[in-house]
């Protein structure tokens, strides 16, 4: 099995900036993929962003231009740095890995946007 840890959510006033991390027990290699989704209080999970182990990248409408997803040369951390935060961003966000074995959801990490 696959472990997630996240880290890096806290409370964060709106035009603020956060860096979540997740460090995974195994890299993406070149099938893999490994992204951020999110659930808000009474909505369903949403996808966020998520780059593969070839290195292509998607976002969410929502988050272009603010977020930026990331990994380390090792493929086993990525990282989401959100910039210009809106109260709607609040949200606990999920690590998500999806290869051939595993599909594998981290434990979640709080990001609180105040306005």
């Known amino acids: 099995q696959v472990q997630l840890v996240e880290s890096g959510g806290g409370l964060v006033q709106a035009g603020g900036s956060l860096r979540l991390s997740c460090a995974a027990s195994l890299s993406i290699t070149s099938i893999g993929v490994m992204g951020w989704y999110r659930q808000a209080p009474g909505k369903q999970r949403e996808f966020v962003a998520h780059?593969?182990?070839?290195?292509?990248?998607m976002y969410a409408d929502a988050v272009k231009g603010r977020f930026t997803i990331s990994a380390d040369n090792a493929k086993t951390t990525v990282y989401l740095q959100m910039n210009s935060l809106k109260p709607e961003d609040t949200a606990v966000y999920y690590c998500n890995f999806v290869n051939l074995r595993f599909n594998t959801w981290g434990q979640g990490t709080q990001v609180t946007v105040s306005s």
């Open positions: 780059i593969t182990g070839g290195g292509t990248i």
